[in-house]
């Protein structure tokens, strides 16, 4: 059953076509990697999901609801969370603080906030650091305060923006781990931009490559690591064996 379909959606800056006319649907409990070259418009179809950027033309259906055109906070509460590249944490904040920030979302009580902020800190292996400023914590530990923060607003469909730049091959090892059971354990769905392909190819059930703003294969990680428009385009035709998910 689809949770999230996108129909002919398209994006522009003035005369810059940044999304053309991209159709996807989203599977409720998959993982749909979203891949592509930098400034492909991976991004900016995040944005246009979540109502940052206003959509040119084309429709976003959530859950049997058109969201084309609701509010970010609205479509937060229908149960879209979401990540970003750039990681700004409130530095100021311990991190549990910067976890309840995000459940105030749905909680309307301190108390309600801070059961909802401790059982994300445990399952995000941040309970450790619970009292810590947030702008104290190592790039790994931000991008999974980042992800810890979305948990919070308890979403249906999760939009993972390059949670794994900047890691360690041991914080790659964990950041797997969390995406996986983030779907696993909670049953949320996720859509995931992601470079690294031992990640996207790992994870993945299914994957929508686009280039220009535009799609150019979809299909199982298998089917797309092959795809001669995916490697032309992306992945290069160095792109080794052992980083296909059937190697």
């Known amino acids: ?13 003035g005369g810059l076509t940044a999304v053309d006319h991209v159709s996807l649907e989203v599977n409720e409990g998959e993982i749909l990697g979203l891949i592509g070259p930098n400034g492909s418009g991976k991004t900016t ?40 590249q750039v990681v700004k944490p409130l530095k100021r904040l311990s991190v549990i603080e910067n976890i309840m920030v995000g459940a105030f979302a749905r909680e309307k009580t301190f108390s309600g906030a801070r059961k909802v902020a401790t059982e994300v800190l445990e399952f995000c292996h941040l309970d450790g650091v619970a009292k810590m400023k947030a702008g104290s914590l190592p790039i790994a530990g931000r991008k ?9 607003t308890r979403p249906l469909l999760l939009l993972l923006d390059e949670t794994a730049a900047g890691l360690n091959p041991t914080e790659l090892v964990q950041a797997i781990s969390i995406i996986k059971n983030i779907r696993t354990e909670l049953g949320i769905t996720i859509v995931i ?47 080794k064996a052992e980083n296909r998910p059937d190697a």
């Open 193 to 239: 931009v992601e470079h690294i392909m031992r990640v996207i190819m790992t994870i993945s059930d299914r994957i929508h490559a686009i280039a220009q703003g535009a799609t150019i294969a979809e299909g199982t990680p298998a089917e797309v690591s092959v795809d001669p428009a995916t490697i032309a385009a992306y992945l290069g035709s160095d792109f």
């Open 45 to 84: 179809i995040f944005n246009l999901i979540n109502s940052y950027y206003p959509v040119s033309s084309g429709t976003i259906t959530f859950n049997g609801h058109d969201i084309t055109h609701m509010p970010t906070n609205r479509i937060a509460k229908l149960g879209i969370g979401r990540t970003f």
């Open 1 to 13: 059953m689809s949770i999230l379909k996108i129909d002919n959606l398209t994006k522009r800056f």
């Open 144 to 152: 999974r305060l980042e992800i810890a923060k979305a948990l919070a």
